[in-house]
């Protein structure tokens, strides 16, 4: 997220009396490790997706950010552009991934207590990320954070039909995060990717580019039957869907249209959202302290999505602490408009618990 957009929030936010905070696991905070820092600012990543900087990041500073906001556990992923940054490199890809990786999961080994980890995959090659998944999996990944798309190959893809099989059989929890939205053309040297971005540089591209991106990727997952063929994985869609709520109906009415599309059953859908898919709080889900309206209400009331789908997220470090910190108390407000105790005591902790051991919904 944009610092100057936070900037100006702070003036427009009063920082009332710190309040007591529910305990929480947060399914979408973000690690930034020195190596990983020096890579994006190599390779043409100063100022990733038009942010206006790589924010800092430290071990010791995301720690204080879980205590700042009641925080009991972190799952922690690589956020965009991900771990394969330059078009074409995949030797950079595959050791930034295991760098990467491997530095999640030295976090997890000395405070499994505190730490886990949303392993990255070296995609778009699909070899180096099937064995990405073993070793990962071997070093006690929680699950795997995927991009929206790799320079223009969305999940859901062909292109990435054995990935997703080898997640199926693993029964792997699916932490999708949006980048930048991206065309491939063309096949092997002749492929190219180009920016998706009509506004250009006018928009940095999280504000709502990450949005569209985090919808065209779920339609993409159920248009190309990717969902139905694996029915043992688990997504956690972030950001309470991005954009996709309202293009839920028209998705699953539409996909008879859809020329050698797969026809789309709207019960069927709803069973799935119901058992295979997680929805992240990370952002604005409140129109601030307002009796619990907004983007989540929309979600959970118009699309009958239920609590027991709901996963906190502080999407810190691009959401630096004292915005966690406002953003949890507006949370608080808002869920105890929305939900009784029980049901928010689920959305904090429960659902993620169950989650995280394994606990499939059958
Ligand atoms: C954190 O949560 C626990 C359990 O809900 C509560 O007792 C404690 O006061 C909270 N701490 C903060 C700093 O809000
Ligand atoms: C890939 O990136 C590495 C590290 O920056 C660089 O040394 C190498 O030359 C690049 N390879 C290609 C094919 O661009
Ligand atoms: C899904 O998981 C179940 C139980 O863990 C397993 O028996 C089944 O083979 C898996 N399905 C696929 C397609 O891998």
């Not at 430290?58 to 394969?84: E, Q, R, Y």
């Amino acid at each position: 997220m944009l610092l100057t957009l936070f900037y100006t929030l702070l003036l427009t936010c009063s920082t009332a009396a710190a309040m007591t905070l529910p305990k929480r696991i947060d399914v979408h905070s973000h690690f930034l490790p020195p190596f990983y820092r020096s890579a994006l600012a190599g390779n043409g990543h100063s100022h990733p997706d038009g942010m206006p900087a790589i924010p800092s990041w430290s071990i010791d500073a995301h720690l204080s950010m879980m205590k700042t906001a009641n925080v009991s556990k972190s799952i922690l992923s690589i956020s965009s552009p991900g771990t394969h940054i330059v078009v074409g490199n995949s030797t950079l890809g595959r050791h930034l991934t295991r760098e990467c990786n491997a530095y999640a999961a030295n976090m997890k080994k000395d405070d499994p207590e505190r730490f886990g980890f949303w392993a990255s995959l070296p995609l778009p090659d699909v070899e180096l990320a099937l064995q990405e998944i073993d070793v990962a999996s071997s070093e006690g990944a929680d699950g795997f954070g995927l991009m929206t798309n790799y320079h223009g190959t969305y999940v859901g893809s062909p292109a990435l039909d054995t990935i997703f099989d080898r997640l199926n059989e693993l029964g792997a929890t699916v932490f999708i995060h949006p980048t930048k939205p991206c065309i491939k053309q063309g096949d092997g040297v002749n492929a190219q990717t180009i920016d998706a971005t009509p506004f250009g540089e006018q928009y940095p591209v999280p504000i709502f580019e990450f949005f569209f991106d985090t919808a065209r990727a779920v339609v993409n997952l159920f248009g190309s039957g990717t969902v139905d063929r694996c029915p043992n994985v688990t997504f956690i869609i972030p950001h309470s869907g991005g954009a996709l709520p309202p293009l839920l109906t028209r998705f699953i009415q539409f996909s008879s249209v859809v020329p050698g599309g797969r026809v789309l059953d709207a019960n069927k859908v709803r069973e799935q959202l119901d058992k295979q898919f997680y929805f992240d709080l990370a952002g604005f889900v409140f129109d601030g302290e307002s009796g619990g309206h907004g983007q989540l209400r929309a979600l959970v009331e118009g699309f009958e999505i239920s609590h027991e789908r709901l996963l906190y997220g502080s999407d810190f470090p691009f959401t630096q602490t004292e915005f966690v910190e406002m953003f949890a108390e507006r949370m608080k407000d808002g869920l105890e408009h929305l939900f009784s105790e029980g049901q928010r005591d689920a959305i904090y902790e429960g659902n993620a618990k169950r989650l995280l051991a394994g606990e499939r919904d059958k």
